[in-house]
């Protein structure tokens, strides 16, 4: 049995301790904003934050992370308030989707030790591999999330913390519930 703290809640996982952390948070917790891509390392999707550094939840398994403190997309901001979901939003640097919740956590990762990164640092410390290609947005994006961490800047185009996903979706006309007319 594993025991770790998984969005600062206990957890106790009572499967084979040579298994992937990726696959503990999928299918037993059911948390899959962290997201399977590659399987060894490569791509970034997986990413977690452990005692507060990104790793790849593929590569690491549930005996590594016995006892230590694990961060998913899912508990990094309950209600999309982190400065780094604020700006990718305001900076347009979400395409599909699929690698965000990696590259989110892979900058809060940065942010928390130097909230102030070149572009260089970024690309250094976000090795994510994103098909759609949001590089360059993505740079603006941990850059200006940087700043309104530091309380240099606020963002006003993304959508307000607490606002319930679903309340957000019927603000789509192509998700709108039907209409009896």
Request: charged share 20%; glycine share 8%.
């Amino acid at each position: 049995m594993s025991r770790l703290t998984v969005n600062d809640r206990p957890v106790e996982y009572e499967m084979d301790p040579q298994t992937p952390l990726l696959w503990a948070l999928r299918d037993a917790s059911n948390l899959t904003g962290t997201k399977y891509g590659c399987g060894n390392g490569d791509c970034g999707a997986c990413m977690v934050l452990v005692d507060g550094a990104a790793l790849r939840s593929c590569l690491i398994t549930l005996a590594e992370v016995e006892g230590r403190f694990v961060t998913t997309i899912e508990g990094l901001s309950r209600d999309r308030s982190h400065p780094v979901q604020q700006a990718m939003v305001a900076e347009q640097a979400i395409q599909c989707g699929f690698c965000t919740p990696g590259i989110v956590i892979a900058a809060a990762a940065l942010l928390q030790r130097n909230p102030a990164p070149t572009r260089e640092e970024v690309g250094e410390a976000i090795p994510n591999i994103c098909r759609c290609g949001v590089y360059p947005r993505l740079v603006r994006a941990v850059q200006r999330a940087g700043r309104v961490a530091l309380r240099q800047e606020t963002i006003s185009a993304a959508p307000a913390p607490g606002i319930d996903p679903a309340d957000a979706a019927s603000a789509v006309p192509a998700m709108a519930p039907p209409t009896d007319e």
